[in-house]
């Protein structure tokens, strides 16, 4: 079996956790998601880990997250603190320069999406 990093959810499930969009296969937002706050999570400081924070902006504010499906996995592989940092992200956020989203435009988003995971997390 290859080496593959610590993403979060095992390697096995995530291949298992594909959809086909325009004849490519890609791994679902949820889990997608999860392996990005992953790499935040290991990797914060860094620039690589400044992409990941981008990256996580970038799947909540442009795609349709089924959150309880996202909050399902969080319980299953046991990623407490993935969630609690999403959490934080969130919340600490003032505005995203690197895709020109300033601090109005992104308190609507954040509002809504805080609504929804803390209504999971309960």
């Known amino acids: 079996m290859p080496f593959y990093s610590n993403l979060g959810i095992p390697v096995e499930d995530l291949m298992k956790d594909i959809t086909v969009v325009n004849n490519f296969s890609l791994l679902k937002?949820?889990?997608l998601l999860i392996t990005k706050i992953n790499g935040y999570f290991?990797?914060?400081i860094s620039i690589?880990?400044?992409?990941?924070?981008?990256?996580?902006?970038v799947l909540l504010l442009l795609?349709?997250?089924?959150?309880c499906y996202f909050f399902k996995l969080i319980k299953k592989y046991h990623l407490n603190k993935f969630f609690?940092?999403?959490?934080?992200?969130?919340?600490?956020t003032k505005e995203i320069?690197?895709?020109k989203i300033n601090q109005y435009r992104l308190g609507k988003k954040k509002k809504e999406i805080l609504k929804i995971l803390e209504n999971l997390k309960y």
């Open 29 to 31: 937002i949820e889990p």
């Open 42 to 44: 290991n990797r914060q």
């Open 48 to 57: 690589k880990g400044q992409k990941d924070l981008i990256d996580i902006w």
């Open 63 to 67: 795609t349709d997250i089924d959150f």
């Open 84 to 92: 609690n940092l999403l959490l934080r992200i969130i919340k600490e």
């Open 97 to 99: 320069k690197e895709l």
